[in-house]
């Protein structure tokens, strides 16, 4: 959780979808009703560009950064339209994902940068991205949370009722997910193959890059990236994409560079996983450094932190928690807000103070209304809680149909009224884990280099992955790893 406040990411898209005229696909040379001007794109991008900066913060790199700029520029030169005025950004993320906005805004996590081999995998998916700005996929919106988290605490099953609150939470924080058809994936998939090419990378390595997506969204408990769930089967698109490298290159001889050194020099120290500084949970305790708080997680619940947020639910999925930074400068302003944004017919509105910091409780009925065709309008009970702390008011929210309602309500309070200040320096000085790019030392597997580097059995998996090979794969002396380390 970053702890941003912001609204309605991206929602200029609907409002730019009205304008309609016909022109000349750049990329298929086909007529087509298009639905944006070039103008209203860039103004689109310019326009979202802010609000994903506020929400998921830039990784703050200077080498990579002018990597990716080069290479981003490069390949805009060679593209179906030069013209645009293309930027490119490594966003403050651990999700492994790539994404493009209208306009010419190109996006890449440091997850994905941290995932990728070599040069060649990362022009792959650069010019998969930009082929959705040239081709001029028209993007559908889904209401989801940003970039990967799978909503609500992935996989499980909220009751109905409780959903909808936090469905409605998502909304209103405007956490909305660009994605593109099947179609118009395919179609990036090809232009990708074709710049990378172009601009002198091996397409070959974006097709094994699409095996390590597979093996990402195979690991389980891990939340689906994005590129991944809407994006078609990696399996067939490795396939595909490795058919249509093999055969550029076949009419276009010449030499295909892989740059895996070279690569994996610029990605050491790069920060792996999540950031403590972005808040972690230890010891049944969700903790805040940055922030400075920390607050409850109630035993056996499950929770998700995403750069908006923080939820938590009970296993059964009858009853969950929502912790966020609260729209408003005062404890008033806040709590009037929230009876807005949730339409709450409140019961219950006291002051008070939580471990020495202002507060406002109080107790609310959420009825939704009957939409057409359901027969009765359902309802939630909302226990609220906003504090003023360090500057900012935040709000907790526990929400239960009205039957579970009182039965969970000892179990919010606790987590409400355990809201205090984090003095422990060694939670404070939490250090992120970080990619450490070590030379083999003698010829053997993987797993016999990543343990003479002292990296734990339980990270062995992973750091396959990472590596983008199989443990029992070869490595000889003096090739580069990738090894975690602090
Ligand atoms: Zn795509």
């Known amino acids: 959780m970053k702890m ?9 898209l609907a409002a730019a979808g009205l304008f309609t005229g016909c022109s000349k696909n750049p990329v298929t040379g086909k007529k087509e009703i298009i639905f944006m001007s070039k103008e209203k794109e860039i103004a689109l991008g310019a326009e979202s560009h802010p609000s994903i900066v506020a929400t998921m913060g830039i990784y703050d790199d200077k080498n990579l950064q002018s990597f990716i700029n080069e290479k981003g520029k490069a390949m805009a030169n060679i593209s179906h339209r030069p013209d645009l005025p293309y930027q490119f950004f490594i966003v403050d993320s651990p999700v492994v994902n790539a994404f493009a906005v209208p306009g010419g805004y190109v996006y890449f996590t440091r997850g994905i940068m941290a995932h990728f081999n070599n040069e060649a ?40 009722t409780v959903r909808g609150l936090a469905e409605q939470t998502q909304q209103a924080l ?97 920060i792996y996983g999540t950031d403590p500084k972005q808040g972690f949970v230890e010891n049944n305790q969700f903790y805040h450094p940055e922030l400075r708080f920390q607050f409850p997680v109630p035993s056996g619940w499950q929770y998700e932190n995403s750069p908006a947020q923080f939820q938590m639910a009970s296993k059964d999925g009858k009853s969950m928690m929502l912790f966020a930074m609260a729209e408003g400068k ?39 209304q009957a939409q057409s065709g359901q027969a009765a309008a359902s309802s939630i009970q909302v226990a609220t809680w906003l504090i003023q702390y360090g500057g900012n008011v935040y709000v907790i929210h526990g929400v ?43 010829d053997g597997s993987l797993k016999d280099a990543l343990k003479d580097n002292n990296q734990p059995d339980n990270k062995m998996d992973e750091l396959a992955i990472i590596n983008g090979m199989g443990l029992s794969d070869k490595v000889t002396k003096g090739m580069l790893i990738k090894t975690l380390g602090r």
């Open 4 to 12: 941003k406040f912001q609204f309605h990411i991206l929602l200029g």
């Open 121 to 160: 995998e990362f022009a792959g998916v650069l010019g998969h991205e930009i082929g959705h700005i040239t081709a001029r996929h028209s993007a559908r919106q889904q209401t989801s949370q940003i970039f990967g988290q799978v909503g609500l605490l992935a996989g499980m099953v909220l009751s109905e």
């Open 174 to 270: 405007g956490l909305l997910l660009l994605s593109y058809s099947r179609e118009h994936e395919t179609e990036s998939d090809k232009i990708g193959v074709e710049y990378s090419s172009k601009i002198g990378y091996d397409a070959k390595e974006m097709a094994d890059f699409f095996g390590t997506l597979k093996k990402i969204s195979e690991k389980a408990g891990q939340t689906i990236p994005t590129f991944q769930s809407t994006h078609p089967d990696p399996g067939d698109r490795r396939n595909k994409v490795d058919k249509l490298a093999t055969q550029y290159q076949a009419e276009h001889p010449g030499k295909y560079n892989v740059n895996r050194d070279a690569y994996l020099r610029k990605i050491e120290g790069i």
């Open 330 to 368: 005062s404890l008033e302003e806040a709590a009037q807000a929230v009876v807005k944004n949730y339409s709450l017919q409140v019961s219950e509105n006291n002051k008070t103070t939580i471990n020495g910091n202002p507060a406002i409780a109080m107790i609310s009925q959420q009825v939704a």
């Open 400 to 442: 239960a149909a009205p039957a579970n309602f009182a039965g969970n309500l000892g179990t919010f309070r606790n987590v409400a009224q355990g809201f205090k200040s984090v003095t422990d320096q060694n939670i404070l000085n939490r250090q992120p884990e970080r990619i450490r790019i070590k030379t083999v030392q003698r």
